[in-house]
């Protein structure tokens, strides 16, 4: 596609219950990234996948989050036993990697994320 | 760790001013800087990136500076415009594969 579609757009969950939040990345491109966004912060890193398997996964919060991207192409976000601090954007994004590091050209690419609310 | 701050936190300014938005980040091992641009319920668009080894990026009315040994970022809008209203996020790059660090951005508002 042009660009990175993220759906649901948003999400209204109980407490409690498990969401699945998916993003479909840019064809072509290797590099997948999840971030999440509270109110009035910047994006906060979750986790990294470079084509199928996760590279970094250090900014999960706990075990309750997990992330997949079986194919390499699109990912799945998966957040078990919701809680209202997990209310939040989910923001997906996608690179073309190439070269070296300190000379690549880091262009990403940002899905307009999914707006998760725990009641 | 890396902190990356922002200031002013929130900025209003009327149509033709030149908007100033500060970075600054604590840690000067990056890779690069970037500043990008959130609109209200929308991703974020890159507007600006500046290698490690470079000291400005120029795009139409925008410029970055960066000085990485005082860790500092700079991005300048030239004349204003009430499309330039939305958040302006800076993130450093501590990560060869491009792990991004983002500050809390500057809600900008261009007032016609």
């Known amino acids: 596609g042009a660009g990175v579609s993220q759906t649901p757009s948003n999400k209204v969950t109980e407490k409690g219950k498990y969401v699945e939040l998916r993003c479909d990345p840019i064809?072509?491109?290797?590099?997948l990234y999840w971030y999440r966004q509270s109110l009035g912060q910047g994006p906060e890193f979750l986790i990294y996948?470079?084509?199928?398997?996760?590279?970094?996964d250090s900014g999960l919060p706990n075990d309750r989050f997990f992330a997949v991207r079986p194919e390499g192409s699109v990912s799945t976000l998966k957040i078990q036993r919701t809680e209202r601090g997990d209310s939040a954007v989910y923001l997906c994004?996608?690179?073309?990697?190439?070269?070296?590091?300190?000379?690549?050209?880091?262009?990403?690419?940002f899905g307009s994320g999914t707006r998760l609310t725990v009641v | 760790k890396q902190e990356v701050t922002q200031i002013p936190a929130a900025l209003s300014v009327p149509e033709g001013e030149n908007l100033v938005l500060n970075c600054s980040f604590t840690?000067?091992?990056?890779?690069?800087l970037q500043w990008f641009r959130q609109d209200p319920g929308k991703g974020l668009t890159s507007l600006l990136l500046?290698?490690?080894?470079?000291r400005e990026q120029t795009s139409g009315r925008l410029n970055a500076s960066l000085d990485k040994s005082s860790g500092r970022s700079t991005l300048y809008i030239a004349a204003s415009q009430p499309g330039d209203s939305a958040t302006y996020l800076c993130?450093?790059?501590?990560?060869?594969?491009?792990?991004?660090?983002f500050g809390a951005g500057t809600q900008v508002v261009v007032t016609p």
């Open positions: 994004a996608s690179s073309l990697r190439h070269g070296l590091s300190g000379t690549a050209n880091y262009g990403y690419t």
């Open positions: 064809s072509g491109h290797t590099a």
């Open positions: 996948f470079q084509g199928t398997g996760a590279a970094d």
């Open positions: 840690d000067s091992a990056i890779y690069n």
């Open positions: 500046i290698q490690s080894s470079q």
């Open positions: 993130a450093v790059t501590t990560d060869s594969w491009g792990k991004l660090q």
